[in-house]
């Protein structure tokens, strides 16, 4: 595990102190199956060093966790990542990864207390995996978008489909996203903004 132990000794650096403007803090989960880029989109987007709870995948968990494209992936979230961007001078984001594993699931209760919004993460290679993912924010009332991170070699369906073949709303927000470009990563957390804005504004 990493907590930066030696760098925390050493002070906070400039981009670690919040701001005195900051008024609001949201809290925002990013959710989505095992190795779909959770870790990677807090690690792109957080303007402070992401705390990560990554552990180098063991013999153990092979055949217990969902090993899908472990060729290349060599670490898993434990518990959760998190990290920190500023919207604005005023509004500050805690975003927390969620574990993808389904050993791991007793977690997210906790994890989605304040919460007040989600991105789930989707890979077009295996979309079943987002439909549990995406049943347990509706159970819990949680507004999401969707974000559809570009593997390579994944197929690219036009965003109707996608909408049905997830089974998702029409005023639910679908959109695509290279989870590695701190631009995109942001551009899918304003788009979250965005959907949680109108949804407070949204007649009732
Ligand atoms: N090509 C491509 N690879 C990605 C992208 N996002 C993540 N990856 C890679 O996919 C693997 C799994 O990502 P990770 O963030 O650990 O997934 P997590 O299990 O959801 O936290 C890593 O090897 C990443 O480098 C992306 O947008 N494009
Ligand atoms: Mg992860």
């Known amino acids: 595990m990493d907590f930066n132990s ?19 803090a949201v809290k925002v989960v990013i959710v989505g199956g095992f190795g779909v880029g959770k870790t990677t989109m807090v690690g792109s987007v957080s303007e402070i060093r992401p705390l990560t709870t990554e552990e180098t995948m063991t013999q153990a968990g092979i055949g217990i966790d969902d090993d899908y494209g472990s060729a290349t992936k060599t670490a898993t979230t434990v518990a959760m990542d998190f990290g920190r961007i500023s919207i604005t001078e005023q509004l500050v984001l805690y975003l927390f990864g969620t574990p993808g594993q389904e050993r791991f699931w007793f977690l997210w209760n ?9 991105v789930v993460l989707v890979d ?4 079943e995996v987002s439909f549990d993912v995406i049943g347990r924010l509706e159970e819990r009332g949680v507004p999401f978008v969707v974000a559809v991170n570009s593997f390579p070699g994944a197929p690219r369906y036009p965003v109707a489909e996608l909408r049905a073949a997830l089974d998702l709303p029409e005023e ?3 959109l695509h996203c290279d ?6 990563s942001r551009d899918v957390l304003l788009s979250l903004m965005r959907f949680l804005h109108s949804l407070s504004t949204a007649p009732s």
Do not use: K, Q
């Open 6 to 24: 030696s760098d925390t000794l050493a002070g906070p650096r400039r981009e670690d102190v919040l701001p005195a403007t900051a008024a609001s």
């Open 179 to 184: 989870a590695r470009r701190r631009a995109s």
């Open 172 to 174: 639910i927000p679908i």
């Open 124 to 127: 077009t290679r295996r979309l």
């Open 110 to 118: 906790g994890l989605f207390e304040g919460a007040l919004g989600a």
